[in-house]
């Protein structure tokens, strides 16, 4: 019962949080919907494995007496499916693992559909149990271009949903303008 609550308050969190970038992101001059791009292949449940690729990449570059935070949100207009991505403490180019260590995590999920980003079943989080109780959700950002203006990079995430069910995104490439 104690997990179950821990998860739905893990998960209340971070759809404060999402929803709250995501509307920061509108209204923030700082922050632009730019015609980037990423490209991957994601796969959610028992789906068939598809591209996902899209232009418009918002990437936003923040700090915090932890240091730098890079953000970067993805939707597919076509299908409503999105990428979430947090760094902490990004000093330069490197590989950052997902949630990897330390005091604070870093954060990599998976929405299956954004229109319905209310229903705590389309969060993936890297975070949550498969459906036999383990804990296999990882990814890896391999940022291979860091810049005051631009950030390129590689993505991989596994992650789960509340019910158990596994999304994977693999072989993602991004780029994007702060």
Not at 144 to 161: F, Y
Request: aromatic share 10%; glycine share 8%; charged share 25%.
């Amino acid at each position: 019962m104690k997990l179950f609550q821990n998860t739905l308050y893990t998960l209340s969190i971070l759809l404060i949080l999402f929803g709250s970038i995501i509307s920061y992101n509108r209204t923030n001059a700082e922050v632009s919907m730019n015609k980037g791009s990423f490209l991957g292949k994601i796969i959610f449940d028992d789906s068939v494995t598809h591209k996902f690729s899209c232009q418009n990449v918002q990437a936003k570059r923040s700090f915090d007496k932890q240091g730098t935070i890079i953000t970067i949100v993805v939707v597919d207009e076509n299908t409503k499916e999105s990428v979430f991505v947090k760094l902490f403490d990004v000093k330069g180019k490197g590989t950052f693992f997902i949630p990897g260590e330390g005091n604070t995590a870093n954060v990599g999920n998976l929405i299956k559909n954004y229109d319905n980003y209310k229903e705590i079943s389309n969060f993936y989080q890297t975070t949550l149990a498969n459906d036999e109780g383990l804990q296999n959700g990882v990814g890896r950002v391999n940022i291979t271009k860091l810049t005051k203006d631009e950030i390129e990079g590689e993505l991989i995430i596994i992650a789960n949903n509340s019910e158990g069910k596994k999304a994977q995104l693999e072989s993602a490439r991004f780029k994007a303008r702060f």
